[in-house]
């Protein structure tokens, strides 16, 4: 078990629908990240949130967006759904910023888009 | 730009043998270097990591990776492979422009250990 908790495990809409996909860090983790897993682009990283404040941006939609709250909760909301939004979307977290600390990965919520 | 290249898709090795997942890499500046593996339906899991110093990196599960700058290589390996063993192996690295532990992956590798 890594410590970080992703809800839902699963989660079935159709096109056009809106998501969000929760996510709570390692207890003392300020840093969190979002990740994208499909067959055909492999691992994508989307954004990361340190402390509050979005940190880095990577390959993520306009249709997409994401906050982390005071309690270091990180929430990844998906709008204006495509088929092609499918996929296993991964938070990760990891300890205070610098350095060369692994991140720890939670279990991650599969959307399926219908 | 920072990358990552797996260059195998599956690696197949009879239960016992040795095992090697290959790496190479592409980044600015010392690269911090790291290997995760991935079971079914299960999240990543980290198992080793290079920052610096000794070129063998010891990690999890009877793992290590051998760091060779001039080739820029990290590959992961091992002595004896196991049935269990059998998952997807992500390779990554630090991108150090911007943000804090940015890991950018590799696009994983299969490995395949048959009894």
């Known amino acids: 078990d890594s410590g970080v908790t992703q809800t839902p495990k699963h989660l079935i809409t159709a096109t056009g629908q809106r998501v969000t996909l929760r996510c709570s860090p390692r207890?003392?983790?300020?840093?969190v990240y979002w990740y994208q897993q499909s067959l055909d682009q492999g691992l994508q990283f989307l954004i990361q949130y340190y402390n509050g404040e979005e940190r880095a941006k990577g390959n993520i939609l306009e249709r997409f967006s994401a906050q982390q709250f005071p309690d270091l909760h990180s929430e990844l909301n998906l709008s204006s759904l495509e088929l092609g939004d499918s996929a296993l979307y991964f938070c990760?977290?990891?300890?205070?910023?610098?350095?060369?600390?692994?991140?720890?990965f939670g279990e991650g919520s599969r959307l399926t888009v219908l | 730009a920072q990358s990552v290249a797996q260059p195998e898709d599956q690696v197949n090795v009879a239960e016992g043998n040795p095992l090697t997942v290959k790496c190479t890499y592409s980044?600015?500046?010392?690269?911090?270097l790291f290997w995760y593996v991935q079971y079914p339906n299960r999240g990543l899991q980290f198992l080793l990591k290079y920052i610096t110093g000794d070129n063998l990196v010891k990690g999890s599960y009877g793992f290590e990776a051998e760091f060779n700058k001039s080739q820029t290589s990290f590959h992961l390996k091992k002595p004896s492979a196991l049935v269990s063993d059998s998952a997807l192996y992500f390779c990554a690295v630090r991108d150090p422009t911007g943000g804090y532990n940015k890991l950018i992956f590799g696009a994983g590798t299969r490995l395949a250990v048959h009894p």
């Open positions: 990760a977290s990891s300890a205070v910023a610098g350095g060369a600390g692994e991140l720890f």
């Open positions: 207890s003392g983790d300020l840093s």
């Open positions: 980044v600015s500046g010392n690269p911090y």
